[in-house]
């Protein structure tokens, strides 16, 4: 999501396009003297704008920034593949102490060069891949030296991990460790839900109504918890995410639901009016508070919802090529509905 930064900048830069086309068409012209003052508040905006952060002035920059931001995630994902996958290739052939320097040295000299990348690179996009590798390799460490030692398996390790992740977030403001936070966090919730129903914390995945906790939970978390502008849609999405995910599995399948006793089906006709509900809200929410992210997350949430619905009621009645025509025109109507919204919101007030 664009930093506040990102977003003066880019507000400055149509300013400047949107002026210099109404001049031409002859709608407005300053005198020089109040466009150089103009100009001259704009360069020096731009430029503190650029001081506190990584900021695109052109739509070229912008374009290899998001470049680099698949390039950080690709290079997250090899990079922590190399790690487990060396530890694991070279495992048996070690003695005790180079096993524990093999996955307890890892994490701290990574923890280091985030820092070292923070003061050396201001785009964090480095940083932001060495902290989540960090944190993968914190988990690792966690994973082996439980092994090591017999200790026994717990749903601490996914807190652990989680808090480790969020201390590298909110200490140098970086993204992507903010939501292997939020994941190792909202995992730890999630199976404090198996307590209650007496069974062993790793069946507590099993059970989809703390999952719709957690996604409340972390809908709501930018409001109590301070940190950079830019972690709070990530929070939301995530918080989304987990609500259409549970929505969507526990309505198609009751067992899931920790009242599964009362009947199945009961509970998967009840879900299915919450989910109708619920997701209809989350669009209707995000486009009101102008959440862009929690917006197409329940959009296709409510999308996938109502084609799973049309599957429960018209699958086995029509013909299939008359079904998918069916879903065509329903997916037609859906795209005018939306753009019908979208011009609404894109009228000002």
């Given at each position: ?346 009228v000002p007030a």
């Amino acid at each position: 999501m664009p930093s506040t930064e990102q977003l003066r900048a880019s507000a400055i830069i149509a300013f400047r396009e949107e002026l210099a086309r109404l001049e031409a068409e002859g709608v407005v012209a300053l005198d020089p003297a109040t466009r150089r003052r103009i100009r001259a508040h704009h360069d020096a905006t731009l430029a503190a704008l650029a001081a506190r952060g990584d900021v695109d002035l052109t739509a070229a920059a912008a374009r290899l920034s998001t470049g680099m931001r698949i390039a950080t995630l690709l290079g997250t994902i090899a990079l922590s593949a190399a790690y487990g996958l060396f530890v694991s290739a070279h495992w048996g052939t070690l003695a005790l102490a180079p096993q524990l320097a093999l996955v307890g040295f890892p994490p701290v000299l990574l923890v280091v060069l985030t820092h070292v990348a923070v003061v050396r690179e201001r785009s964090g996009y480095v940083a932001s891949l060495i902290a989540t590798v960090a944190a993968i390799a914190f988990a690792v460490n966690l994973g082996t030296l439980g092994q090591l030692y017999n200790l026994p398996d717990s749903r601490v390790a996914l807190l652990a991990v989680g808090a480790f992740a969020m201390l590298l977030a909110y200490g140098y403001g970086l993204t992507l460790p903010l939501i292997v936070g939020i994941g190792g966090l909202g995992g730890w919730l999630w199976t404090l839900g198996a307590i209650p129903l007496g069974l062993w914390w790793r069946d507590g995945f099993g059970v989809i109504e703390p999952l719709l906790l957690v996604g409340l939970l972390a809908l709501a978390a930018p409001t109590w918890i301070r940190g950079p502008a830019k972690f709070a849609p990530w929070w939301r999405g995530m918080g989304a995410s987990a609500l259409v995910l549970g929505l969507l599995l526990v309505e198609s399948n009751g067992g899931l639901s920790a009242f599964a006793t009362t009947g199945r089906h009961t509970i998967e006709t009840g879900y299915k009016l919450l989910g109708a509900v619920a997701l209809t809200g989350l669009v209707v929410w995000g486009i009101r508070r102008d959440q862009r992210l929690v917006t197409q997350i329940g959009s296709v949430g409510a999308v996938l919802y109502l084609f799973m619905r049309l599957v429960d009621w018209f699958w086995d009645l029509l013909p299939k090529w008359l079904f998918f025509l069916l879903v065509g025109a329903f997916a037609l109507s859906v795209l005018l509905v939306l753009r019908r919204l979208r011009r609404a919101r894109a009228v000002p007030a």
